[in-house]
């Protein structure tokens, strides 16, 4: 049995502003990027093909470029000007466009990343972590899908797990191989990536979907081995969502990461794979980075301000996960821990809305709010709802919304057309509020 928070209701009806995308003018359809990895130098070069079409009279493209350095641009055939500033790339257009043309722009760059591509020279490994526009320019914001054709140029004997589909390898006149995926579903840029890395290579058929694992450290029957319920958590988030996986999934482990999910792709840390062979219950990671593939990958929050229904989400879906596997205890250990941490919060002032005003700087406590607060949020709401209503609100909300971009909003009249009557008590509280 686990303590309620009884820390003052907050007054219902509360006003609830909606943040809304930032208009951009263009809408992008589709990346094709090359790069030259370096990983001993620790360096890329690179090139990206921009196919966008203008959503408003367009006579300037601006995209996110982090701290690359953009060497030329061009707009059909044409050498067009540019400037970098703050993170950001403007480039002028040949012509100007109108609503709903469509056109591109390449564009050719170097770098030398400080965070966003992973450079590990001593194990000839280099890896994405999160932040796209550190290695190919590309619109940052949620709420921007696009198609992405991505060909990595590495030496021989290399192994690459990336988004997408894999397709044909080809041998460079120098005798390194451009290994080429295409990814053919929209999906926001930062759930874009790739690891690459003379790994150790396993796989694994699961009804409709090939299951891969890959690894430096480790052998195959290791692999196997810690990522053996991969495909029995596919199957009950499918069963959740009301959604069918799609494709093959990938799980390779790295140097060093919290972990990330990315497009049919996740990431771990070689230690926390190590955690997992010594302790086969260690698997909430491993469920966390597959849950994010219905809620957060396939319906992807709007804006950074509504984040909560990625994490929180992706938060409570590993718990519900553990309760199926490993018993109600499991499930009970994680939401004292949200709760737990709820209380902290308030003791220190640090609490806050799950909807928030801006998401410029967010705090570690911020975090926490949204990771596991919503969490927590979510178990109250399935134990206001009960399971039925619960789980059929939360499939309604995942089939009505894949492939979308969603606010908060939209999770609540899910909820609301499933329960059969109004929660804007409840959300008031709990989502636009600080709790009961």
Known sequence: MHRRITLGLLASSMAVSVVAAEPRGSDVQHYATTLDLDI?????????????????????????????????????????????ADGKLTVSLATPLTTGEETSVHLRYHGKPRFGLEF?????????????????????????????????RLP???????????????????????HRWQLRTPMPGYVYGFAAAPYRHAQHVHGNTTLHYYALDRSEAEL??????????????ADRAGLAYQGDYRQALVKRTIGQEMAGLSLMSEAYGQQ?????????????EAAHQ??????????????????GFANFMTAAWLQQSQGEAAYQAMVQGWEQRVLALRQKG???????????????????????????????????????????????????????????????????????RSLQGFFDAWVYGVGG
Request: glycine share 6%; charged share 25%; net charge negative.
């Open 120 to 152: 590990a020279p001593a194990r000839n490994e280099v890896y994405t972590v999160f932040s796209t526009d550190q290695w190919m320019p590309s619109i940052n914001a949620p709420d921007e899908r696009a198609t992405l054709m991505l060909a990595l």
């Open 350 to 420: 640090a609490d806050r809305p799950l909807v928030y005003p801006d998401w410029n700087k967010p705090t570690a406590d911020d975090r926490a709010v949204v990771y596991k607060k919503g969490a927590y949020v979510l178990h109250r709401l399935r134990m206001e709802l009960g399971d039925e209503l619960f789980w059929r609100g939360v499939r309604e909300y995942t089939q009505a919304n894949d492939g979308r971009s969603v606010v908060t909003a939209d999770f609540q009249q899910a909820m609301e057309r499933a329960a059969g």
């Open 40 to 84: 001993a130098a620790e360096r890329l070069r690179g090139e990206t093909l921009v196919r966008f079409n203008a959503t408003a009279p367009l006579q300037q493209l601006v995209l996110d470029s982090g701290e690359l350095t953009v060497d030329s641009a061009t707009h059909n055939g044409r050498q067009v000007s540019f400037q970098q």
């Open 156 to 178: 021989a004997q290399m192994q690459t797990a990336a988004v997408g589909e894999p397709l044909p390898s080809r041998q460079l006149d120098d005798g390194r191989i451009e």
């Open 224 to 237: 196997r081995q810690l990522f053996a319920t991969t495909g029995d958590m596919l199957d009950f988030f």
């Open 294 to 311: 219905w809620w957060g990958n396939r319906i992807t929050c709007r804006s950074w301000e509504h984040f909560w229904l990625n994490e």
């Open 276 to 288: 997992v062979l010594a302790d086969a219950t260690q698997t909430g990671l491993i469920a966390h």
